[in-house]
């Protein structure tokens, strides 16, 4: 987790400079990304919190998502985390919500995605989603892959200019 902290650390100063704050919906990611913000001095100026959404017992337990009212939604797609990003946002009354699901590894998830595999979202002021395929098997190199890769976007959208009228939650 070391390795993240300067990440974090960055992203921690872009929050507070625009006097915002995140939330963390996070799976496969195992709760690295909140572990990192929270290990900077300060985070609960911008931190509000966040969950490790692993299954679907924590996905309708800590967020009260329930598949069946989004048909053909499956977790482990770009529509997914965005989807966990701008609950966990309104959930817990954050400017940004952050959301990650995938396969870590060794071997690929029940859906058919491979190991290396992760859908990432940032939901704010603008939302974001990419999709990274490390090609490799190795779970821990993947949790922190996956972790760094949502430091990376949520530090792009947070590049933007300030927006006070997009509809952050306050």
Do not use: K
């Given at each position: 987790?070391?390795?993240?902290?300067?990440?974090?650390?960055?992203?921690?100063?872009?929050?507070?400079?625009?006097?915002?704050?995140?939330?963390?919906?996070?799976?496969?990611?195992?709760?690295?990304?909140?572990?990192?913000?929270?290990?900077?001095?300060?985070?609960?100026?911008?931190?509000?919190?966040?969950?490790?959404?692993?299954?679907?017992?924590?996905?309708?337990?800590?967020?009260?998502i329930?598949?069946?009212?989004?048909?053909?939604?499956?977790?482990?797609?770009?529509?997914?985390?965005?989807?966990?990003?701008?609950?966990?946002?309104?959930?817990?009354?954050?400017?940004?919500?952050?959301?990650?699901?995938?396969?870590?590894?060794?071997?690929?998830?029940?859906?058919?995605?491979?190991?290396?595999?992760s859908?990432?979202?940032?939901?704010?002021?603008?939302?974001?989603?990419?999709?990274?395929?490390?090609?490799?098997?190795?779970?821990?190199?993947?949790?922190?892959?996956?972790?760094?890769?949502?430091?990376?976007?949520?530090?792009?959208?947070?590049?933007?200019?300030?927006?006070?009228?997009?509809?952050?939650?306050?």
């Amino acid at each position: 987790m070391e390795s993240l902290i300067p990440h974090a650390t960055l992203l921690a100063q872009h929050l507070i400079r625009r006097g915002e704050t995140i939330a963390v919906a996070e799976s496969s990611t195992g709760g690295l990304v909140a572990a990192a913000l929270l290990a900077v001095p300060g985070a609960s100026a911008f931190m509000r919190g966040g969950g490790i959404i692993y299954t679907q017992h924590a996905r309708s337990g800590l967020l009260g998502i329930e598949l069946a009212q989004h048909p053909g939604m499956r977790a482990s797609t770009e529509p997914y985390a965005v989807l966990l990003a701008q609950t966990v946002r309104m959930r817990l009354g954050a400017d940004w919500g952050l959301g990650e699901s995938g396969a870590t590894g060794p071997t690929g998830n029940r859906y058919g995605d491979a190991a290396g595999h992760s859908c990432l979202a940032i939901a704010g002021a603008t939302t974001h989603s990419t999709t990274i395929e490390t090609g490799s098997a190795d779970r821990v190199v993947n949790m922190r892959t996956f972790a760094l890769a949502l430091f990376d976007l949520a530090l792009a959208a947070l590049d933007q200019p300030l927006n006070r009228d997009a509809g952050a939650a306050r």
